[in-house]
């Protein structure tokens, strides 16, 4: 595929790898997600949130989050996007190159309508679609969105550091002392917890993640080389209360997708509403953090290595490790 020079992300995770090789001048639209780095604030955004016409003028509370899943579930139950795509403003930016995803209906817009949307534009687009599941396939990304950029050396020198400073961050790891059970939920009502590369890095940072553990990959073994490298988690799952109670988790990380870490806060106190939560191990010992799920873990891009970073110093109580700007606080 030759090099493009108009590109539209429709998938925050992507916008930020462009833009970190040095591809910010290429992009001419964004999502209305996408909002880091803030310098692409002033491209167009092309997608917005579609909610029910007869609720329209009353979409869901933030600090809501069982009426945001009764919404979304809704939608989704009854086949109807989450998001509209502004087709008329896409025609006029004439992108070379639409970059969505296929992952998760309710992060982004799906594939299948930018695929359509797309074809009936002239000239047509490339459509390049991201769907990782690891932190391994994320460096991948940045190096496939380097290719199609003509940015591929620039791609790989940065998947190169942003490897070294996870390696660095392992390296404080004790592989040989027993994983303290860690609950991340990345949904409070109904409970999720987190999965696919937020599993990964758990257990990478030396916890145990009882609720949704990772596998071994097909054929990998044990799956423990290359710092587990061959083990993968499934997506995100539904779990109870009595679930999370039975885990007795030690450390807990409560980081609601896509929201804020002031609404996150909100959303954590409704957890502390529900009978059994002072009981546990980590209400008990204060080893509860709130974190920016809008920006940190939930968004598959390269800062996840800052997110792991400030993983390994949190649970191993190593705090040089913790990034100073790091979108964090003790509950």
């Known amino acids: 595929m030759p090099a493009v020079s108009r590109v539209v992300s429709l998938l925050p995770s992507a916008t930020e790898s462009l833009c970190l090789i040095g591809g910010d001048s290429l992009l001419v639209g964004r999502s209305h997600e996408c909002d880091y780095p803030p310098s692409i604030l002033d491209r167009p955004a092309l997608t917005s949130a579609a909610y029910d016409p007869a609720d329209s003028h009353r979409p869901p509370r933030a600090a809501d989050p069982g009426e945001i ?55 047509t687009p490339a459509v390049l679609s991201l769907n990782p599941t690891s932190l391994e396939d994320v460096f991948d990304d940045l190096l496939r969105i380097g290719d199609v950029a003509g940015l591929s050396g620039r791609a790989r020198d940065k998947v190169v550091t942003l490897r070294e400073r996870f390696f660095s961050a392992a390296d404080f790891v004790n592989g040989f002392s027993e994983p303290p059970p860690l609950v991340f939920l990345d949904w409070v009502e109904p409970l999720f917890a987190a999965g696919h590369w937020t599993a990964q890095l758990v257990e990478r940072a030396g916890a145990a993640h009882p609720l949704n553990p990772t596998r071994p990959m097909a054929g990998a073994g044990a799956g423990a080389g290359g710092q587990m490298a061959h083990r993968v988690a499934g997506a995100s ?12 988790p030690e450390f807990m990380v409560v980081c609601p997708c896509g929201v804020g870490l002031a609404e996150a806060r909100a959303h954590a106190l409704r957890l502390v509403e529900q009978p059994g939560w002072r009981e546990l191990p980590a209400a008990r010992h204060g080893r509860v953090a709130l974190v920016d799920g809008n920006h940190m873990f939930n968004r598959p891009g390269p800062r996840l290595v800052e997110a792991y970073c400030w993983l390994v110093g949190w649970v191993n109580d190593r705090p040089s490790l913790v990034p100073p700007s790091f979108p964090w606080e003790s509950m």
């Open 69 to 123: 899943d009764r919404r979304v579930s809704s939608a989704l139950a009854g086949g109807r996007s989450l998001y509209r795509l502004d087709e008329a403003r896409l025609r006029e930016l004439r992108p070379d190159l639409i970059i969505t995803q296929d992952l998760c209906s309710v992060c982004s817009i799906d594939l299948n309508t930018v695929r359509a949307v797309a074809a009936g534009l002239a000239p």
């Open 237 to 248: 799952r539904r779990v109870t209360r009595e679930e999370v109670q039975a885990a007795e």
